[in-house]
């Protein structure tokens, strides 16, 4: 007779029906992402722990278990040790442009490192942050190598999650098979993979900034600010309220945001990203575009301790907006 395979253990966990099924342990979860991205697991289980864990949804102590492991598979170079903010992208947008990598830019004007992560879906009716930087003339990091160079230049730079992991952006791939997102979208936005002091993450599906910002604390992550984003990515939509959940100083915190308008923007019915640049250089003007760049800028620097409360956080996004470099990545 066959020895049950070890990874059985977990997918019997999850699976044992209504009354015999339990959440995964913060340790069990580590222990079973580990296998999982060490390819120590059949197909057929893998396909049965995802899909058990989409219809359970994960806790706050089974995200910080993958999260931990995914972290541990990751090798980056000492030279990302002063990123001060990470920034996860993996949803892309198809309503609004990604007013939100100029938020970025920003920051990283005024001398603040970011290290944003994310993937890029064949998929014509959105635009993801590698076009976004393309249309900006702002190269891709391909390599530990040329992010850390990158950074240094510009205090900036964009990495794909394939470059960081394959096994992780092979599990985000599955989606297409499977149908329906995984487990895995919650842990690649929390990958931190240079362990920046603070995170910014957008999250489009309701109830998961809960468990996002409670999944940090128990990994002791420091500073973090998690809200519904536009189009599920880390931007502020400045049309409505936002609640943003926050570590500050690994404390949580919550606050709610106001909106910026009395009455909605319409769908951007052109998405040409050649305003992302434009409106940086003041060639156009697009009230939305820049009251969601100085907004979303604004929740980063609360997150990371630089001001004290909205007010503050958003004035100091407005001065960096007028004190900005216009060339700051050439006129692409």
Request: hydrophobic share 45%; charged share 25%; proline share 5%.
């Amino acid at each position: 007779m066959k020895m049950t395979h070890p990874f059985a253990q977990y997918i019997q966990i999850l699976g044992k029906g209504r009354r015999g099924a339990r959440d995964l342990s913060a340790e069990e979860a580590a222990q079973s992402m580990s296998m999982i991205l060490a390819g120590q697991v059949e197909p057929e289980q893998l396909g049965a722990f995802l899909m058990l864990m989409r219809v359970k949804e994960e806790t706050p102590a089974e995200v910080a278990g993958f999260v931990s492991a995914a972290r541990l598979s990751l090798t980056v170079p000492s030279d990302f040790s002063d990123v001060d903010l990470d920034w996860s992208s993996y949803a892309g947008k198809r309503r609004q442009l990604p007013w939100f990598v100029l938020a970025a830019l920003l920051l990283a004007n005024h001398g603040i490192k970011v290290l944003m992560h994310g993937t890029e879906i064949n998929n014509p009716e959105r635009i993801y942050t590698p076009a976004a930087l393309k249309a900006l003339g702002i190269e891709t990091g391909q390599s530990f190598e040329q992010v850390a160079q990158h950074l240094q230049r510009r205090n900036f730079a964009y990495i794909p999650l394939a470059a960081l992991n394959p096994k992780l952006q092979h599990l985000l791939d599955l989606k297409v098979m499977l149908g329906l997102r995984s487990p895995v979208h919650t842990v690649v936005r929390m990958l931190n993979p240079a362990f920046a002091r603070t995170s910014m993450i957008g999250i489009f599906h309701p109830g998961y900034d809960e468990v996002h910002q409670a999944a940090a604390e128990i990994l002791q992550d420091q500073n973090l600010a998690v809200f519904k984003g536009e189009g599920g990515e880390a931007e502020r939509n400045p049309d409505a309220p936002c609640q943003v959940r926050m570590l500050v100083q690994g404390k949580m915190h919550e606050e709610t945001w106001p909106a910026l308008f009395t009455s909605r923007h319409m769908k951007d019915e052109d998405m040409d990203v050649s305003r992302l640049g434009k409106l940086w250089r003041g060639e156009i003007e697009d009230e939305y575009g820049q009251a969601t760049i100085l907004s979303t800028a604004a929740i980063a620097l609360r997150a990371m301790g630089r001001a004290a409360n909205r007010v503050e956080a958003e004035q100091q996004a407005a001065d960096f907006w007028q004190r900005r470099d216009r060339n700051f990545f050439g006129n692409a």
